[in-house]
């Protein structure tokens, strides 16, 4: 059985100092389209410049006039730090002097805000530089807060007071110049993924990618971990030595008349792609992945007209951490695996015990549904027990024209629909044409684009608490919403929710 990556070709867009190119596959084989250029939207430049800042003038002989100032000063910081919250405890520096160098010299300083404030304060602990923690037996309000801060840095003893907000832990706001286009992740259709960064980034996490393998690239050579090339075919991997350590894409392009095909194709780059949406590197360039602290782990399955099975399946296993006669052990196995590859077959049995073999270790399996807009039963992986089963949405909510679909489909991720404009899924990919070259962004669309977002989304449920395989796809479900059009095809239980995920693995 010979296999191939599941999505389809579109369009080279460039613009000064980044070049994008846009591709599109078809079905379950390359096809070559027309490539034009155009311009990358204004929003696209996103939030990679830094804002400039102004400075203020003020010196220490302004800070040091008469403590009415001071007090006034102090008072609009207090409030500024305080207006958002109750606080019982403030932060006091003090001056080094013999009024300070007491507990009972440094509650002279507090006393008169504790009194006008009408609370009880007591010093609490020092810091590490040096200042105090004092706590009052009640909460005051931001408005109170103030006050007592003003009241408190009025004193000539004292150098500053900040009231001791509680912090929350912060999600990730990536100022990557393309985040703004991945529309996947923050539209009203996308799959909510700003929301579960606030959990985790995937951090400790490793995702085997088993694709085409991977190029170079800025937004994912720190995310990478070694990976292996599994393809046994010297012809169909292009590097002409068969299985060996070096999982590099060599490029799988292929000329009119061979691969089945009447007309040839340029390199797709597809796991390159693939691995940008699992675990780009929120870096302030480029594209940011579902899992941007996550490892990926480039398993290089897919060459020239696709791949075979047999290498597929022992890819599986190494990559689940299995012994794989005549390679290497795997020295990183992976949390997550993901396939965005399929063909017309069902299940067959040597396919479904590798699948089984990676689940028994823990491992999710998530795969693409294809791309055939038929039902995704007859399509394998996608018909295997115990995997999660992906099928496309489009920025409008609906399931992407191309998208299989059926009771096979576990949930929908946003996969793309390029008859809307910017509305394929910006990733990672090298700008060669046939072997590789310059590393680049592209649109693409697919159920292999779909697969990945939620190949992610698994490494930060993971990241978060560690989940059976069973119990991860049961999260996904539940926590799916229903989607945003109506898909009386088949679309599993609904459009992926990261937040929402995140937080039922959270709780358990």
């Known amino acids: 059985m010979n296999t191939t990556h599941t999505d389809r070709p579109a369009t080279l867009r460039g613009r000064a100092g980044a070049a994008l190119a846009t591709v599109v596959l078809a079905g379950t084989t390359l096809t070559a389209m027309p490539l034009q250029a155009s311009a990358v939207p204004d929003h696209a430049q996103g939030k990679g410049a830094a804002a400039s800042e102004k400075k203020g003038g003020n010196g220490k002989g302004a800070e040091m006039r008469e403590a ?6 102090a008072k609009g910081k207090a409030k500024a730090a305080a207006a958002h919250q109750d606080v019982d405890a403030f932060i006091v520096e003090y001056k080094d002097s013999a009024a300070t160098a007491t507990k009972n010299g440094r509650a002279k300083a507090w006393g008169k805000a504790a009194k006008e404030a009408g609370v009880s304060v007591k010093e609490y602990r020092q810091m590490a530089l040096g200042q105090r923690v004092v706590k009052a037996d009640k909460k005051l309000s931001p408005a109170e807060s103030a006050e007592f801060a003003a009241t408190l840095e009025a004193d000539p003893n004292v150098v500053s007071v900040t009231p001791d907000v509680t912090l929350q832990p912060t999600a990730l706001d990536p100022a990557d110049e393309y985040y703004s ?48 090339d599994f393809i046994s075919n010297p012809e169909t991997s292009r590097d002409y030595n068969g299985r060996d350590a070096n999982p590099q894409d060599e490029g799988d392009w292929f000329y009119d008349g061979e691969c089945g095909q009447m007309y040839g194709q340029a390199s797709s780059w597809h796991g390159t792609h693939v691995a940008g949406t699992v675990a780009a590197a929120a870096n302030t360039q480029g594209v940011v992945g579902v899992a941007p602290d996550a490892k990926i782990q ?15 399946i022992d890819a599986i296993v190494w990559s ?18 993901n396939m965005s590859l399929g063909g017309r077959v069902s299940c067959l049995p040597a396919y479904q015990k590798g699948v089984d073999y990676a689940v ?36 409008d909510g609906a399931r992407s024209y191309f998208s299989n679909f059926g009771s096979a489909i576990d949930v929908t991720a946003p996969g793309g629909n390029l008859e809307f404009a910017n509305g394929g899924i910006l990733s990672t990919v090298n700008l060669g044409t046939e072997r590789p070259g310059a590393a680049g962004y592209s649109e693409m669309q697919g159920t292999s684009m779909a697969a990945p977002h939620v190949a ?46 995140l937080s039922d693995v959270a709780s358990r």
């Open 68 to 73: 009415k100032s001071k007090a006034g000063k």
């Open 456 to 501: 992610g989304l698994v490494a930060l449920m993971q990241a978060e608490t560690k989940q059976t395989p069973a119990r991860v796809e049961a999260a996904l479900k539940n926590t799916a919403r229903p989607m945003p059009v109506y898909c009386s095809a088949g679309c599993g239980a609904g459009l992926v929710d990261s937040g929402a995920a």
């Open 298 to 312: 480039p398993v290089r399955v897919l060459g020239k007209c696709g791949g075979n099975l047999s290498d597929i």
């Open 360 to 395: 028994s270790r823990g491992v999710p399996v998530v795969v693409a549904a294809g791309n055939d807009n038929k039902d995704a039963l007859n399509y394998a992986p996608a018909n295997c027990a115990n995997t999660i089963t992906v099928a496309s949405s489009g920025p």
């Open 320 to 337: 689940a951490g299995g012994t794989v006669p005549g390679v290497p052990g795997n020295r990183t196995p992976a949390d997550v695996i």
């Open 181 to 228: 286009n991945q529309w996947g992740f923050h539209s009203a259709n996308g799959m909510n993924v700003p929301v579960a960064w606030s959990h985790n980034t995937g951090e400790g996490q490793v995702v085997a990618v088993l694709d085409t393998g991977i190029t170079r690239h800025p937004d994912l050579d720190a995310n990478l971990v070694r990976g292996y």
